[in-house]
């Protein structure tokens, strides 16, 4: 796999911020709220000197896996992790129907849940886009952006 190099289409852009922002989101909310993040068993036992480290490891570590498919996509332009991003992005289609009643609850929490699954979506869709999906494709090289004079 090679670095995709020349412009990207919007839908490409689109997906990554998306992805980005909700990673970053997760990772800050739960640095500035880490006692209630809620470790696997695999991270040690709960009430150890090591907890809080481990939080934080494991919050770390979702970015990580958030950034896993970005770059596949946005970076080097892999159609096979655009297909594992959409099996994994079923969870986030199943939580927008799941949801729905969300948007009524007067729970801040419950509505952010809702925004975060159902723009997941949205940015799973978007990589089905024709220009996204002939730059995945690699059949032609999209010429560069008008120049705004």
Partial sequence: MKW?????PW????FAAIFVFWGLWELF???LHLPSVKLPTQFGEPGS????????????ANFTIVLI?????WGVGSRVARIV????????WAAVFVQLWAL??????EAM???????IALAVLLLFRPTADEWLANKTVLPPPPAWD
């Avoid at 000197?49 to 770390?60: G, N, V, W």
């Avoid at 009524?104 to 929490?109: A, C, T």
């Fill in 4 to 8: 995709r190099k020349g412009p990207r």
């Fill in 11 to 14: 839908a490409i852009h689109a």
């Fill in 29 to 31: 909310s739960g640095l």
């Fill in 49 to 60: 000197k090591a907890e809080s480290d481990a939080r934080i490891i494991f919050l770390s």
């Fill in 69 to 73: 498919p970005v770059m596949a996509v």
């Fill in 85 to 92: 991003v959409t099996c994994f992005s079923l969870v986030s």
């Fill in 104 to 109: 009524l609850s007067p729970d801040p929490f």
């Fill in 113 to 119: 849940l809702f925004a975060k699954h159902a723009t």
